[in-house]
């Protein structure tokens, strides 16, 4: 089992920027492939970006296209999300999540593929 703890939410003004982690527990985490999740207030969770276990593969949701990049680091059990031009559109609560079936270059777009999920961190973008 893999616990997720997310971070690096906050406060941001509309064009400016934020940089998420997600840090997991165990010895594993390169077996997984690693998602990014958003849940607004009255609204479904939508996916945000995934990534292959190794880093090789990623997808974005087109909403965040160009704006957002995903990426991690094995070595220290940690994915990120980095967010740039953001909108007031993109507040919600962040969610990380680890899907331990997920093959080499796969990457999980739904969340019914996911195993593992972290508690959140919110993030407020102010026009």
């Known amino acids: 089992q893999v616990q997720l703890v997310e971070s690096g939410g906050g406060l941001v003004q509309a064009g400016g920027s934020l940089r998420l982690s997600c840090a997991a527990s165990?010895?594993?985490?390169?077996?997984?492939?690693m998602g990014w999740f958003r849940q607004a207030p009255g609204k479904e969770r939508e996916f945000v970006a995934a990534?292959?276990?190794?880093?090789?593969?990623?997808y974005l949701a087109d909403s965040v296209k160009g704006r957002f990049t995903i990426s991690r680091d094995n070595a220290k059990n940690t994915v990120y999300l980095q967010m740039k031009s953001l909108k007031p559109e993109d507040t919600a609560v962040y969610y990380c999540?680890?899907?331990?079936?997920?093959?080499?270059?796969?990457?999980?777009?739904?969340?019914?593929?996911?195993?593992?999920w972290g508690q959140g961190t919110q993030v407020t973008v102010s026009s």
């Open positions: 999540a680890a899907d331990r079936d997920a093959r080499f270059l796969v990457v999980p777009r739904t969340g019914a593929e996911y195993d593992y």
């Open positions: 165990g010895r594993t985490f390169s077996s997984y492939a």
């Open positions: 990534i292959s276990r190794g880093g090789a593969s990623t």
